[in-house]
Nanobody, 128 residues
């Protein structure tokens, strides 16, 4: 079965940190650009970051730049999103995503939520 699975979410106080993980089943995650997208209740989906294959580029939204970083461990077929200095407005379900047709192995130059294949997401809740 082809799927993406996120983990690592939880409840954290403002200023705290979390590390989210994204793994794939049924396909080689390491060859794809991987986006992170968040969805908060009552808000539009927001593209948070994207990491390309190899040295193809890493991009962040303005809302998280300087606080979040994304990385990949190809040996373990995992993509991470490191969330630092968390704020209550970061509360959302975080999804990783790929899109073989639109982007393949290279992220678009602008951070976007427009990906075709998503995982089920992991909840991040930041208390004030």
């Amino acid at each position: 079965q082809v799927q993406l699975v996120e983990s690592g979410g939880g409840l954290v106080q403002a200023g705290g940190s979390l590390r989210l993980s994204c793994v794939a089943a049924g396909f080689p995650l390491e060859i794809f650009a991987v986006g992170w997208i968040r969805q908060a209740p009552g808000k539009e989906r927001e593209g948070v970051s994207c990491i390309s294959k190899g040295d193809g580029g890493i991009y962040y939204s303005d809302s998280v730049k300087g606080r979040f970083t994304t990385s990949r461990d190809n040996a373990n077929k995992t993509v991470y999103l490191h969330l630092n200095d968390l704020k209550p407005e970061d509360t959302a379900v975080y999804h990783c995503a790929v899109d073989a047709q639109k982007y393949g192995s290279t992220c678009p130059s602008h951070v976007t939520s427009d990906f075709g294949f998503w995982g089920q997401g992991t909840q991040v809740t930041v208390s004030s």
